[in-house]
């Protein structure tokens, strides 16, 4: 709520509610904050919720080995310049962000930590390695690696009791598996395709040659039959720039034509933009008409994905008039080269609405 609050007093006039994420639950409490924060300030702030849309992004991936890398900086003759830390936690504790590396362990055997023990153990590779104890987070403690190690479950981790006389012993609990991810580079193959198995990395023989290109699935196999040779597809926000150079119900084959020089990644759930394409899609699916009822009940403003013509517009209209909705302001998202130019017969179908606003919306 403090961060909330500090948006709103520094000039936040509209605060958006995703729907593609959470729950009504979930939304209707960050809007209780949001209304909070108006009233203490005593400002003006709108709520906008934006429809999930259809969804056009990655698919999954396969799931990576259950193991954490432990791996410290060093510098170029391969002195540490700064160890790697892992955080000792009950089983069941989940990350709180993107770079926590977790070592799931019996809360009995975290009782006996302090700041500075020794924790030695033997890791996958068969190598004697050790941690050493930093500081308390809560629910565990924070451990530093001065040395390359391997931990997966099923690792044993022990320590010397205060006396030194009898070892303190853990197995490592149930890891959560890596998120796997596709490296590409410019020039680089990648198929997406329409069966919703996960997605591999490529695969290269001894000599480097490729065996099996990348591939990952897409979530809205609409686009299939929409995309055509030499259309340009854009990832992960602009992450990610390819040409497509073959297509057929089931796969588009991608060439990669922009990336970091060291490579982007791609993981799964990632945006997908088709810019040039005439995709069939539209703006409202079945979840989204379930979801306008609680916009329309609790926000001022709906946004609404995948405008590409005035029928949209139309259907957009009749489903808040359905609902008793039709005071409720709208914007309409144009994510599409179709949306773009059907531009001037979108907003002459949308006039007959108040307050209405319009977004080119695609920031990739």
């Known amino acids: ?57 990655t698919g999954s991936m396969r799931p990576g ?26 089983e069941g504790t989940e990350p709180e962000d993107d770079d926590d590396m977790i070592v799931p362990v019996s809360n009995n055997w975290l009782k006996s930590l302090e700041k500075d023990s020794i924790i030695t153990f033997t890791d996958s590779r068969d190598k004697k390695c050790k941690l050493k104890v930093d ?59 329409k069966d919703q198995i996960p997605g591999d990395p490529a695969e290269y023989d001894d000599e480097g040659n490729l065996v099996i290109p990348a591939h990952i699935s897409c979530t809205l196999p609409e686009v299939f ?18 040409e497509i150079k073959s297509v057929d119900s089931e796969r588009i084959e991608v060439t990669v034509t922009y990336a970091k020089e060291e490579g982007a990644k791609l993981k799964a759930d990632k945006g997908i933009n088709l810019p040039e394409s005439k995709l069939s899609i539209s703006g409202l699916t079945l979840k989204d008409k379930e979801d306008l009822k609680f916009v329309a009940q609790y926000a001022d403003v ?28 709208i914007i309409l998202k144009i994510e599409t080269q179709s949306g773009f130019q059907n531009l001037p017969a979108i907003i002459l179908a949308a006039m007959r609405h108040h307050p209405l606003g319009v977004m080119i919306a695609r920031g990739d």
């Not at 939304?27 to 969804?55: E, F, S, Y």
């Not at 039959?225 to 390819?242: A, F, H, S, T, W």
């Not at 259907?315 to 359905?322: C, D, G, H, Q, V």
């Open 1 to 57: 709520y403090k961060y909330i609050k500090k948006l709103v007093s520094s000039g936040m006039n509209s605060a958006r509610v995703n729907c593609a994420h959470d729950n009504t639950e979930v939304w209707k409490r960050m809007i209780d904050k949001i209304h909070k924060a108006k009233i203490q300030t005593g400002r003006n702030v709108k709520v906008c919720m934006d429809l999930g849309g259809p969804k056009l992004r």
């Open 65 to 90: 080995p259950k193991v954490v890398h432990l791996q410290p900086d060093r510098d170029l003759i391969g002195k540490v310049t700064s160890p790697s830390e892992v955080w000792l936690a009950p």
């Open 135 to 193: 500081k308390q987070r809560k629910p565990g403690w924070m451990a530093k690696c001065y040395d390359s190690a391997y931990v997966t479950t099923e690792t044993v981790l022990t320590i010397k009791d205060e006396n030194e006389a009898e070892e303190l012993t853990t197995e490592v609990g149930e890891m959560l598996p890596l998120e796997e991810k596709i490296i590409l580079k410019v020039g680089d193959k990648l198929i997406l395709h």
């Open 225 to 242: 039959g929409d995309v055509r040779v030499g259309e340009p597809i854009i990832l992960d926000d602009g992450k990610i720039e390819g």
């Open 302 to 329: 709906v946004n609404v994905s995948f405008v590409n013509n005035a029928q949209d517009v139309f259907k957009l209209l009749a489903e808040l008039k359905e609902i008793n909705a039709e005071q409720l302001g």
